[in-house]
């Protein structure tokens, strides 16, 4: 009797060979063939094969848990602002902290972590450098996703040609925002009011956000402050609020800023309360604690004794250097003899680095020390 598995296995590896060769196709010739134009045809099995070979490999859904946090995250992401301004080509666009702002929150409150590592990098004939990316989501069950490769793309060359020390972290910055832009599909736009497309989501322009509901009186639809800002704009000024008073150099450059905000700040106690004093919207610094805070370090910087110089010898620099009695000390020390110290020749500006660097690790040690 004949074995019906010998021959189904015979009759599919006869049926394989036709394959192969083209046997049994009726709808082209059984090999490759010239076209009548001194070209090479091929027939439907050869094409559907050549068509696969071109094809990404298939990925596999992600767990359960991704997918529903994920949705639950888009639910939240109404759409960015465009507050970034490119003058040399004069276009608006969402900056990397627009879209991490309005993603944050969402992404970690449904329990999502994105895990982003480079697998490969090459350079194109205009010089710009594309880093693959690996992004995989990473869910708070412990269950992963496949990572989804994805490109960054950055060029720092200067006028010589050379490349600087800045294009991995711009093409890391890129990748890392598109990925986000098109994987929950937010919408950016100029005018895009984040409070107008969700009421009760506050968003904190200090660095943190939060989707909790809050009290603040906010703005509807379309309003906007009696000094013509929309919530965006009023996002917008309140960053860079915060970066002119974390770059002032002494109190009164710090009052002046104060100052020069004063309609800013005027809408925003108004409108966002949260955002000023972080009643509600706690999750970064809030500005009434960053003024706080760089005032008091302005202060302390402003009551440390003028440190004696570097006087153009490196013998000069070593007793300035161990005549500090805080690492806060030394380090306005090096910060107000920078220029003095580059004057000095290669070997005794490096006696000098190692002695600041020794006299700095003894400083910091000295608490512990005495606690001891």
């Given at each position: 009797?004949?074995?019906?598995t010998?021959d189904?296995?015979?009759?599919e590896?006869r049926?394989?060979?036709?394959?192969?060769?083209?046997?049994g196709?009726s709808?082209?010739?059984?090999s490759?063939?010239e076209n009548?134009?001194?070209e090479t045809?091929m027939?439907?099995?050869q094409?559907?094969?050549a068509?696969?070979?071109?094809?990404?490999?298939?990925?596999r859904?992600p767990?359960?848990s991704?997918?529903k946090?994920?949705?639950?995250?888009?639910?939240?992401?109404h759409?960015v602002?465009?507050?970034?301004?490119?003058?040399?080509?004069?276009?608006d666009y969402?900056?990397?902290f627009?879209?991490l702002t309005?993603?944050?929150g969402p992404?970690t409150?449904s329990g999502?972590y994105?895990?982003m590592?480079?697998?490969?990098?090459s350079?194109d004939?205009?010089?710009?450098?594309?880093?693959?990316?690996?992004?995989?989501w990473?869910h708070?069950?412990?269950?992963?996703?496949?990572?989804?490769?994805?490109?960054?793309?950055a060029?720092d060359?200067?006028?010589n040609?050379r490349n600087?020390?800045k294009w991995?972290?711009?093409?890391?910055?890129?990748?890392?925002?598109y990925?986000?832009?098109?994987?929950?599909?937010i919408?950016a736009g100029?005018d895009?009011?984040?409070?107008?497309?969700a009421?009760d989501?506050?968003?904190a322009p200090?660095?943190g956000?939060?989707s909790?509901?809050n009290?603040?009186?906010?703005?509807?639809?379309?309003?906007?402050?009696?000094?013509?800002?929309?919530?965006?704009?009023?996002q917008?000024k309140l960053r860079e609020f915060?970066?002119?008073v974390m770059?002032?150099?002494?109190?009164?450059?710090?009052d002046?800023v104060i100052?020069?905000y004063g309609?800013?700040?005027?809408d925003?106690r108004?409108?966002?309360?949260?955002?000023?004093d972080?009643?509600?919207?706690?999750?970064?610094e809030?500005?009434v604690?960053?003024?706080e805070?760089?005032?008091h370090e302005l202060q302390a910087?402003?009551e440390t004794p003028a440190?004696?110089?570097?006087?153009?010898?490196?013998?000069?620099?070593?007793n300035a250097?161990?005549a500090q009695?805080s690492c806060?000390?030394?380090?306005v020390?090096?910060?107000?003899?920078?220029?003095?110290?580059?004057s000095?020749?290669?070997?005794e500006r490096?006696?000098?680095?190692?002695l600041?660097?020794?006299r700095?690790g003894e400083?910091?040690?000295?608490?512990?020390?005495a606690?001891?």
């Amino acid at each position: 009797m004949t074995d019906p598995t010998q021959d189904r296995s015979t009759a599919e590896s006869r049926a394989a060979e036709r394959g192969a060769t083209g046997e049994g196709s009726s709808s082209r010739p059984s090999s490759v063939a010239e076209n009548g134009h001194g070209e090479t045809s091929m027939n439907t099995d050869q094409m559907t094969a050549a068509a696969n070979a071109l094809l990404p490999p298939v990925r596999r859904a992600p767990p359960a848990s991704i997918i529903k946090a994920r949705i639950e995250a888009m639910k939240q992401i109404h759409g960015v602002g465009k507050t970034g301004r490119n003058s040399f080509h004069n276009y608006d666009y969402a900056s990397d902290f627009d879209v991490l702002t309005a993603v944050r929150g969402p992404v970690t409150e449904s329990g999502l972590y994105l895990e982003m590592w480079p697998e490969d990098i090459s350079e194109d004939k205009f010089g710009n450098m594309w880093v693959r990316f690996a992004m995989q989501w990473q869910h708070e069950s412990g269950e992963v996703a496949e990572p989804v490769p994805w490109y960054g793309i950055a060029n720092d060359r200067d006028r010589n040609g050379r490349n600087g020390d800045k294009w991995f972290n711009k093409a890391a910055t890129a990748a890392e925002k598109y990925f986000f832009l098109k994987q929950f599909h937010i919408p950016a736009g100029k005018d895009f009011d984040p409070d107008a497309a969700a009421p009760d989501q506050s968003t904190a322009p200090s660095g943190g956000s939060s989707s909790r509901k809050n009290s603040d009186p906010g703005l509807a639809r379309g309003e906007k402050t009696k000094h013509g800002d929309n919530n965006t704009a009023l996002q917008a000024k309140l960053r860079e609020f915060i970066r002119d008073v974390m770059g002032a150099s002494d109190e009164s450059e710090l009052d002046g800023v104060i100052t020069g905000y004063g309609a800013m700040i005027e809408d925003v106690r108004q409108h966002f309360p949260s955002w000023w004093d972080g009643g509600v919207n706690d999750d970064g610094e809030p500005p009434v604690r960053i003024i706080e805070r760089v005032r008091h370090e302005l202060q302390a910087q402003a009551e440390t004794p003028a440190a004696e110089g570097v006087s153009g010898s490196a013998e000069a620099a070593g007793n300035a250097i161990r005549a500090q009695e805080s690492c806060d000390a030394l380090a306005v020390w090096l910060e107000s003899n920078k220029s003095a110290l580059s004057s000095l020749p290669d070997t005794e500006r490096k006696s000098v680095w190692a002695l600041y660097k020794r006299r700095m690790g003894e400083l910091s040690q000295a608490p512990t020390e005495a606690a001891q």
